[in-house]
């Protein structure tokens, strides 16, 4: 390495970078891998392979995150056609409402759906009384049907841009060779926008496998990975490590193993997603704009009922567990604002903070990576992606066995909480950041150096005005993702820092479902609020990378 990239500010500040990185991701994740094997008493793969019950629980959960890939995607998949060919009426709300099932939290869907379909529910009740009587909301029913509808807007949004950018002209072409239209789409479009779908089904795949939220809740007495491993890190707590890193690895060798053979399948075809005229949506009238419209909008609907029963609910009086609908009150709202509002202030601060110190530190790590590459800076892009591969349930086990004592106790400190948050989230911030500097001209910074501003000062003044809009961008995702984040924190928390999440989760454990619902409320306020504000007012697409 040259003398003069010694001497380079941005050189130091890589490598300030990389050893905060290595000590608050690598470290831990290298902590739950080694725990398995070095652990106190017998070997943890040892005692999982002798152990029924965390068996079954893997089981469980690779039939789970099967049956939910294949049915989200069942779902998202011909969504997103109809949406992306044709038109018809209702077609916009369709094709916008799904996207507020990403700003719901996990666990305000879980109760939900209790609240409509539980043993006690809305629905249940009202087809109890025609002498229809539904399965169990517990266990595999619930698991799967709420899943199902939560994850496959995943999948949905994903094809839909997959569509929009395929060319129609070579479905044209192979019609014009006397190939029928169904078997031209699924012989030339379908090869083409595979490698979306695989992505999108990856993704739904991990996620069900990494949940926590659902999982807790609805499975009962059917015991799942990321369930067996919260009880391993409570139950065990910080003084043997050994049996909830070993589920926590296991949960990673999976993740990576599904990438791995996602890879691999893409990697068969030689198929790219051509860019050119799209097809322009068919107009749908009359029974076929019905036939579809109907399906469509049923699907929407019902993955938007955890909203609508939360906005029920937060207003319903009820006594102890049992909810009086259609007797009103403002005394749940009443207590998260003034009985005890603790779980707000926490949410308030503890993601205020995250989101701060994450945008500051993802924005100059983009810029390091992008526009200062250096033999330091590849590694500090793929440590910065380790996240993605690890659910909140992993990382909040690491976090908890790193940091328990030591020469940095965080353990039972607000700080820790802020740390599972910042790590969490960070992908986002970097993903956009990223984007952003790939557009940005190396000529506007040359030319600021060339008038004599210093390189650091030419940063601020130039190269970061430019990123505003996608810093704000991750900004707002990182705020929207850390107020609901519950699988880490939920670990790493110690009394009197509950969050937003973490008292829904523990008021729906109480069976007190009214209160459930007013905190729950608050926090989809607290989520759709920023985003309402930044796309109308300040004109931020949100939801866009570039």
Do not use: C
């Amino acid at each position: 390495m040259s003398a003069e990239s010694l001497r380079s500010p941005w050189f130091w500040l890589t490598l300030l970078a990389l050893a905060l990185l290595g000590l608050f991701v690598l470290y831990p994740l290298i902590n739950i891998l080694t725990a398995s094997v070095t652990g106190e008493g017998q070997n943890g793969w040892s005692r999982l392979i002798a152990t029924p019950h965390y068996l079954e629980a893997i089981r469980n959960t690779l039939i789970l995150a099967t049956a939910v890939t294949l049915i989200a995607t069942a779902i998202g998949v011909p969504l997103a056609y109809v949406t992306a060919r044709y038109s018809f009426a209702g077609k916009g709300l369709i094709a916008l409402l799904p996207l507020i099932t990403l700003v719901i939290p996990e666990v305000i869907a879980a109760q939900t759906w209790l609240m409509m379909l539980g043993n006690n529910g809305l629905i249940t009740r009202f087809l109890r009384d025609f002498g229809i009587r539904l399965p169990s909301f517990y266990g595999w029913f619930g698991l799967i049907t709420s899943m199902s509808f939560i994850y496959y807007t995943y999948v949905y949004i994903g094809v839909v841009a997959a569509i929009g950018k395929f060319d129609v002209q070579l479905e044209e072409a192979a019609q014009s060779l006397g190939t029928a239209p169904g078997r031209s789409r699924l012989h030339v479009m379908l090869p083409v926008i595979l490698p979306a779908i695989l992505a999108s089904a990856l993704l739904v795949f991990t996620m069900t496998v990494g949940n926590f939220a659902i999982s807790m809740i609805l499975s009962h007495r059917l015991p799942l990975l990321s369930v067996v491993t919260y009880q391993a890190a409570v139950a065990e707590g910080a003084r043997d490590i050994t049996m909830q890193s070993t589920l926590a690895s296991v949960s990673v060798l999976i993740v990576m193993l599904v990438l791995f053979l996602n890879r691999r399948i893409v990697a068969r075809g030689k198929y790219e997603i051509v860019q050119g005229r799209g097809a322009r949506p068919v107009p749908l009238r009359g029974l076929s704009g019905l036939a579809v419209a109907l399906p469509a909008g049923l699907v929407v609907l019902v993955s938007l009922l955890p909203l609508i029963s939360i906005m029920l609910g937060a207003f319903t009086a009820s006594r102890g567990p049992v909810m009086q609908w259609g007797t009103w009150t403002l005394d749940n709202l009443a207590r998260v604002f003034i009985t005890a509002p603790q779980p707000l202030i926490n949410s308030l601060t503890y993601s205020g903070i995250a989101t701060v110190i994450s945008t500051a530190f993802t924005a100059l790590v983009s810029y390091l990576v992008v526009k200062k590459p250096n033999l330091l800076t590849p590694f500090v892009d793929y440590i910065s992606a380790i996240p993605l591969a690890l659910s909140g349930t992993v990382l909040g086990v690491g976090l908890l066995a790193t940091f328990h004592g030591g020469w940095l106790p965080l353990s039972g400190t607000a700080s820790i909480i802020v740390l599972a948050y910042v790590i969490r989230r960070m992908p986002f911030g970097m993903r956009n950041g990223q984007a952003t500097l790939h557009n940005i001209p190396n000529s506007l910074e040359e030319a600021s150096i060339s008038l004599g501003v210093p390189p650091v000062k030419t940063f601020f003044k130039v190269v970061l005005p430019v990123m505003l809009p996608a810093v704000a961008s991750a900004a707002i995702l990182t705020w929207t993702t850390t107020v609901a984040e519950l699988s880490a924190s939920i670990l790493v928390y110690s009394g009197g820092r509950e969050t937003l999440p973490i008292q829904v989760f523990r008021l729906i454990d109480s069976g007190l479902m009214a209160y459930a619902s007013a905190y729950g409320l608050v926090l989809v306020a607290v989520i759709l609020i920023p985003i309402i504000v930044a796309s109308k007012v300040f004109r931020i697409d949100v939801f866009s990378s570039k």
